[in-house]
């Protein structure tokens, strides 16, 4: 009779401080995302997307593990939304000077002024010192942080409300929220994206003065100049990156026997990942660019112009340039993103454990 009341008590507690540390949120959530238990885990069947790495290399108690099934699944897309957007950024600063080089060799008539990946930065380097690879970073922190906060947000909802859809292929639910996520995520990061590749391509001023220059010459829609071809680039990359990544990943736990993979494991998991997406869509990326380093009515802002006008002018080479830094940077930036993800989500679920733990003793149990 005392073990039951124990654990009545334990379960009434876990529910207030719950509800002390989410006051506001969950007023309006909708009734479906609440009242359904989310599942455990099954580390025998394929992973999900963006759990892809261990948690922790330690056993922490409680186990952070535990605590993610016992989330609901507004804590859970809240959680992914904070780690995301701070992994984002983290990322995209340290990958930014690739970035750069990776534009500059796709801008039209970059292989008449430069003859490699290197020349290109060394060029930069020459003109405008270390701060050129840093050009438009203002716009890179806060594209970057926003979309992937909205990206691994609307993923984890998106993936939460497919898998109560008994008729849905279980299969089909990665690929369905990592294209959710991209529509989503594409509408702030196309913007960030257009003003740091104006900015790497010469145009001069701050962020918010290239972006003014682009509202005053080509209106709102100016800002969203190569959307489309976003699109067209993301939606297969992050297939084919996720797909890639779980495939490798099985291959590996097949190999350890292991229920999760050590970060090692996880950050050469996602280069390769990230290689293999990158070399298949560099094409699509090539499109994109020149569709954003043009100017509004310039030469053609359509798709089919645009790869008209390269087959023309360079050839099918013209399609594939800068791949180099691209799979490069995918590679890096895959491999940094699942490694900056996971420990920053590990660092909020501590906060939270740690939370959890001084209202039990605050309570007295």
């Given at each position: 009779?005392?073990?039951?009341?124990?654990?009545?008590?334990?379960?009434?507690?876990?529910?207030?401080?719950?509800?002390?540390?989410?006051?506001?949120?969950?007023?309006?959530?909708?009734?479906l995302?609440?009242?359904?238990?989310t599942?455990?885990?099954?580390?025998?069947?394929?992973?999900?997307?963006f759990?892809?790495?261990?948690?922790?290399?330690?056993?922490?108690?409680?186990?952070?593990?535990?605590?993610?099934?016992?989330?609901?699944?507004?804590?859970?897309?809240?959680t992914?939304?904070?780690?995301?957007?701070?992994?984002?950024?983290?990322?995209?600063?340290?990958?930014l000077?690739?970035?750069?080089?990776?534009?500059?060799?796709q801008?039209k008539?970059?292989?008449?002024?430069?003859?490699?990946?290197?020349?290109?930065?060394?060029?930069?380097?020459?003109?405008?010192?270390?701060?050129?690879?840093?050009?438009?970073?203002?716009?890179?922190l806060?594209?970057s942080?926003?979309?992937?906060?909205?990206?691994?947000?609307?993923?984890?909802?998106?993936?939460?409300?497919?898998?109560?859809?008994?008729s849905?292929?279980?299969?089909?639910?990665?690929?369905?929220?990592?294209?959710?996520?991209?529509i989503?995520?594409?509408?702030?990061?196309?913007?960030?994206?257009?003003?740091?590749?104006?900015?790497q391509?010469?145009?001069?001023?701050?962020?918010?003065?290239?972006?003014?220059?682009i509202?005053?010459?080509?209106?709102?829609?100016?800002?969203?100049?190569?959307?489309?071809?976003?699109?067209?680039?993301?939606?297969?990359?992050?297939?084919?990156?996720?797909?890639?990544?779980e495939?490798?990943?099985?291959?590996?736990?097949?190999?350890?026997?292991?229920?999760?993979?050590?970060?090692?494991?996880?950050?050469?998991?996602?280069?390769?990942?990230?290689a293999?997406?990158?070399?298949?869509?560099?094409?699509?990326?090539?499109?994109?660019t020149?569709?954003?380093?043009?100017v509004?009515?310039?030469?053609?802002?359509?798709?089919?112009?645009?790869?008209?006008?390269?087959?023309?002018?360079?050839?099918?080479?013209?399609?594939?340039?800068?791949?180099?830094?691209?799979?490069?940077?995918?590679?890096?930036?895959?491999?940094?993103?699942?490694?900056?993800?996971?420990?920053?989500?590990?660092?909020?679920?501590?906060?939270?454990?740690?939370?959890?733990?001084?209202?039990?003793a605050?309570?007295?149990?």
């Amino acid at each position: 009779m005392d073990t039951n009341n124990n654990n009545v008590l334990m379960a009434t507690l876990s529910l207030q401080v719950q509800q002390q540390e989410f006051p506001s949120l969950f007023t309006n959530i909708n009734t479906l995302l609440l009242s359904t238990p989310t599942k455990p885990k099954n580390y025998n069947s394929a992973p999900p997307p963006f759990s892809s790495t261990t948690l922790s290399t330690q056993n922490p108690n409680p186990n952070p593990s535990t605590l993610l099934k016992s989330l609901t699944v507004l804590d859970r897309s809240l959680t992914g939304a904070a780690a995301g957007g701070i992994a984002g950024a983290f990322t995209y600063v340290c990958l930014l000077p690739i970035d750069a080089v990776k534009t500059r060799l796709q801008t039209k008539g970059a292989s008449q002024v430069y003859s490699s990946a290197l020349d290109a930065a060394a060029k930069i380097f020459q003109s405008d010192g270390v701060l050129g690879f840093y050009r438009g970073v203002s716009a890179v922190l806060v594209g970057s942080a926003t979309s992937s906060a909205i990206y691994f947000g609307t993923c984890e909802t998106a993936k939460t409300v497919l898998a109560r859809l008994g008729s849905y292929p279980p299969v089909l639910i990665p690929p369905t929220a990592g294209a959710m996520g991209n529509i989503v995520s594409s509408a702030v990061m196309v913007p960030k994206e257009l003003i740091t590749q104006r900015m790497q391509a010469g145009a001069s001023g701050r962020s918010w003065e290239v972006m003014l220059r682009i509202i005053e010459k080509d209106g709102i829609l100016g800002l969203y100049a190569g959307y489309s071809a976003t699109l067209l680039r993301n939606l297969p990359a992050g297939i084919l990156s996720y797909s890639s990544f779980e495939y490798l990943k099985a291959f590996v736990l097949g190999k350890t026997g292991k229920g999760y993979l050590e970060p090692a494991e996880s950050v050469c998991c996602g280069a390769l990942a990230g290689a293999i997406s990158a070399s298949l869509t560099t094409p699509f990326d090539v499109v994109k660019t020149r569709l954003m380093t043009q100017v509004q009515g310039q030469g053609g802002n359509k798709i089919s112009v645009t790869v008209r006008q390269i087959l023309m002018e360079e050839g099918w080479t013209g399609m594939t340039r800068g791949i180099g830094p691209r799979v490069l940077h995918s590679a890096c930036f895959a491999a940094l993103g699942y490694f900056a993800f996971e420990t920053t989500r590990l660092a909020i679920l501590h906060q939270y454990i740690a939370r959890r733990e001084a209202a039990a003793a605050k309570a007295g149990i």
